[in-house]
Nanobody, 124 residues
Framework: QVQLVESGGGLVQAGGSLRLSCAAS????????VGWFRQAPGKEREFVSA????????TYADSVKGRFTISRDNAKNTVYLQMNNLKPEDTAVYYC?????????????????WGQGTQVTVSS
């Protein structure tokens, strides 16, 4: 099992920045990728970004490219999501997820482990 704990959410004005953290523990050796998803009220959970646990491959949703940056610190077993130039439409609960498959997908149903989520609210 892998446990994921998110932190760093909050309320920010449009154009501002936040950095989310995802601390992983447990059977981390089984993890091949860590990703971020988000879910706004009344909407489906959507992919935001992902990074391989080993290697440099990163993936971003078109809606966040150029504004969000995913990174990791393997020594701390932590993945970060730096969010800049935030927009009101970025408002959502952000979830950290971990995937065991060698090739990760942007479809949330295939990810194996999930955190409890952290709220991000962007005011206009």
């Amino acid at each position: 099992q892998v446990q994921l704990v998110e932190s760093g959410g909050g309320l920010v004005q449009a154009g501002g920045s936040l950095r989310l953290s995802c601390a992983a523990s447990g059977s981390i050796f089984s993890v091949n990728a860590v990703g971020w998803f988000r879910q706004a009220p009344g909407k489906e959970r959507e992919f935001v970004s992902a990074i391989r646990w080993r290697g440099t491959t990163t993936t971003y949703a078109d809606s966040v490219k150029g504004r969000f940056t995913i990174s990791r610190d393997n020594a701390k077993n932590t993945v970060y999501l730096q969010m800049n130039n935030l927009k009101p439409e970025d408002t959502a609960v952000y979830y950290c997820a971990a995937e065991r498959a060698l090739e990760y997908t942007t479809a949330s149903r295939f990810w194996d482990y999930w955190g409890q989520g952290t709220q991000v609210t962007v005011s206009s």
